[in-house]
């Protein structure tokens, strides 16, 4: 079974920067890509940012993009998300996922696992 179990969010100042880790458990992080989601109160969650694993290829959503690198240490199987000039819009629950196979798509369908999210509290 995979675990992926996120830590570093808080809460900070706008403008202020976190780095959120994931890590996986077992023989489960290579051949994956990783993403992160986000879902903030009385929103749908959204996809943030994902990396493959392969070529490390990335992908942002547009209101991250400049922002936010996504990025990942295979021989420690953890992903981060380094998250610098925050926002009051990124206050939201930050989720870890591994994706259903080495590629890169958007949608929490493609991912099959998930982690227990960590809260991220910007105030501005």
């Known amino acids: 079974q995979v675990q992926l179990v996120e830590s570093g969010g808080g809460s900070v100042q706008a403008g202020g920067s976190l780095r959120l880790s994931c890590a996986a458990s077992g023989r489960t992080f290579s051949s994956y890509t990783m993403g992160w989601f986000r879902q903030a109160p009385g929103k749908e969650r959204e996809f943030v940012a994902a990396?493959?694993?392969?070529?490390?290829?990335?992908a942002y959503a547009d209101s991250v993009k400049g922002r936010f690198t996504i990025s990942r240490d295979n021989a420690q199987n953890t992903a981060y998300l380094q998250m610098n000039s925050l926002k009051s819009d990124d206050t939201a629950v930050y989720y870890c996922?591994?994706?259903?196979?080495?590629?890169?798509?958007?949608?929490?369908?493609?991912?099959?696992?998930w982690g227990q999210g960590t809260q991220v509290t910007v105030s501005s």
């Open positions: 990396i493959t694993w392969g070529r490390g290829r990335t």
């Open positions: 996922a591994r994706a259903r196979g080495d590629f890169i798509l958007k949608v929490s369908s493609a991912y099959n696992y």
